[in-house]
Nanobody, 123 residues
Framework: QVQLLESGGGLVQAGGSLRLSCAAS????????MAWFRQTPGKEREFVAQ????????ETADAVKGRFTISRDNAKNTLYLQMNSLKFEDTARYYC????????????????WGQGTQVTVSS
């Protein structure tokens, strides 16, 4: 099974940018649909973006559309989330997730998860 490790979170002022990374443990990474989710205490996990195995298909949630971009580098076994024009409401713990042979926004359908990285946006 693939192991995932997020990095790149931190504290940023509103309007600023961050780039999250998710490093996978092995080359099977290239066979997975990858996604980013986020969660704040007391709330359900929220879909942010997903990308298919060869980057032909990608989508973002309406809440982040035009500000966040998902990408991947299969040669480096790494998933990215470029976050621009950050808002206070983007504050959350961000998780990457992996699933094979599915295209879904449902967190319960993803098989593998990282431990998350905290993003805090100050207003």
């Amino acid at each position: 099974q693939v192991q995932l490790l997020e990095s790149g979170g931190g504290l940023v002022q509103a309007g600023g940018s961050l780039r999250l990374s998710c490093a996978a443990s092995d080359r099977t990474f290239s066979s997975y649909t990858m996604a980013w989710f986020r969660q704040t205490p007391g709330k359900e996990r929220e879909f942010v973006a997903q990308i298919n195995w060869n980057s032909i298909a990608a989508e973002t949630a309406d809440a982040v559309k035009g500000r966040f971009t998902i990408s991947r580098d299969n040669a480096k076994n790494t998933l990215y989330l470029q976050m621009n024009s950050l808002k206070f409401e983007d504050t959350a713990r961000y998780y990457c997730a992996a699933v094979r042979e599915k295209w879904t926004r449902s967190d319960y359908e993803y098989d593998y998860w990282g431990q998350g990285t905290q993003v805090t946006v100050s207003s």
